[in-house]
């Protein structure tokens, strides 16, 4: 018996004890220093012309994006800025040629900026060597609640002399077909992230130092989630969803300077491959190491050790729900006022959190012996995936089956080694994750 309340009191919600909310009032991570505008009255903008004159300024500045800014290729020197989205806003440049893409540079030198609540907007993939939606070679960057849709050469680039930064609660996707036929050789570029430009490439300490948190890689993704070189990489929480056929999720070379990367609690839902070795061309060494995610690889190259900066963490069964929840998760979800206050209109993530991205079923027992019952609500219809994973994040079991409302499923589970699993039911897009014991 003592046994036993000990696993259950494994199974419990944890939630309380790793407390995250989808709205952040600081930055975790390498990027914890940005501050932005700081306390700056905030002003508001609506043309490219008024944006970019704030941007230059001197002085610390809290400005607010409304409606839709039409842009034109800007690099700019930016420091001590917060730039702030309304809800709706946006920035767009749809220009397809090398010369005219892109949206907004930070170029090097600009130090301590925050980004949050925009939305990047690019013609599409086209490889024709031309820029990306946002391209950073800022120190001390927080990009919060932003999402990132069809940048030409990529989404979200780091390079140069980029170092400090944290990307939390961002979606990445491309909603327009890549354009083939491009100078730069590649038919489909919907690659998202690229940390380095060349194996030479670094910053002045020698690695670009940037932590991944609730992220979203969505559908149309193909590579680069991210591509990294010289880098030391924290990807926390993150929710990989793209059926792009022969899609790739983390890309690291070692480079001059070697790289390493610390994936935790992440769940690689449906992706083509979740890892792969740049070594061959890239030289140096890599290190990356999963822990506690979903359908991820083994470990690969040279320890990786847990990053020692304080932070929060999710459950690895609430990650799909909560970040891909379309009202309050990844992307530009955050609420703002005409003033700059920011909220969210969901609860903090928890106990009691509402998520209408969860499956309402029933399971039992959570110790099993031989059979997992799952019982669907009357809402539940459509093809359901039944899969369980074991605590190194490898799949063990799956089952498909049309459901109707209101059945009841029956699964024999006898074969599993005994141990603590991991359970994920979905149907479309609505899934529900839960743990079990196997006695």
């Not at 989205?85 to 090398?98: E, Y």
């Not at 932003?146 to 390079?159: V, Y």
């Not at 059979?371 to 359901?384: E, M, R, T, V």
Request: proline share 4%.
């Amino acid at each position: 018996m003592k046994t036993k309340i000990i696993l259950l009191a494994l199974l419990l919600p944890c939630s309380f004890l790793f407390a995250q909310n989808y709205f952040m009032s600081a930055p975790e991570g390498f990027g914890a220093s940005a501050t932005g505008g700081g306390n700056a009255t905030p002003v508001t903008v609506t043309t490219l012309a008024d944006l970019t004159a704030k941007l230059k300024l001197t002085t610390p500045q809290v400005i607010l994006v409304s409606g839709t800014i039409n842009c034109t290729y800007t690099s700019l020197l930016v420091n001590d800025k917060t730039i702030i989205g309304l809800p709706g806003a946006r920035l767009v440049n749809l220009d397809q040629t090398a010369a005219g893409s892109g949206i907004l540079s930070l170029k090097p030198g600009s130090n301590n900026i925050i980004i949050r609540n925009l939305i990047f907007e690019g013609p599409g993939a086209y490889d024709v060597d031309g820029r990306d939606n946002l391209t950073s070679e800022a120190t001390n960057l927080w990009v919060d609640h932003c999402e990132f849709q069809d940048g030409m050469d990529g989404n979200f680039d780091n390079k140069g002399a980029a170092d400090n930064m944290t990307v939390s609660w961002c979606k990445f996707i491309y909603l327009k077909a890549p354009k083939a036929g491009g100078s730069g050789g590649a038919d489909d570029h919907r690659f998202s992230d690229l940390v380095g430009s060349s194996k030479t490439d670094a910053p002045s300490d020698g690695h670009y130092s940037i932590t991944f948190k609730n992220c979203y890689w969505a559908e149309g993704c193909k590579e680069r989630m991210p591509r990294a070189r010289n880098a030391e990489l924290h990807i926390l929480n993150c929710y990989y969803n793209t059926s792009v056929s022969g899609s790739l999720a983390i890309g690291l070379g070692g480079g001059s300077n070697n790289t390493t990367c610390y994936v935790e609690g992440t769940d690689f839902a449906k992706i083509g491959t979740a890892f792969k070795n740049y070594i061959s061309t890239d030289g140096g060494t890599i290190g990356i190491a999963f822990t506690d995610c979903l359908n991820a690889p083994t470990n690969s190259g040279t320890t990786v050790t847990k990053p020692s900066y304080p932070y929060s963490v999710l459950p690895i069964g609430n990650v799909a729900g909560y970040i891909s929840n379309a009202s309050c998760g990844a992307g530009a979800t955050l609420q703002v006022t005409p003033q700059g206050v920011l909220s969210t209109s969901c609860n903090n993530l928890g106990l009691n959190d509402n998520n209408s991205n969860n499956l309402d079923l029933k399971y039992y027992p959570s110790v099993i012996n031989r059979l997992l019952n799952i019982d669907f609500s009357s809402s539940d219809n459509g093809l359901a995936e039944v899969q369980l994973f074991s605590s190194n994040g490898s799949k063990v079991y799956s089952h498909s089956k049309n459901v109707s409302p209101d059945e009841k499923l029956e699964l024999n589970v006898g074969n599993l080694a005994k141990g603590i699993y991991v359970c994920k039911v979905q149907i479309d897009n609505r899934s529900k994750t839960f743990k079990l014991v196997k006695n």
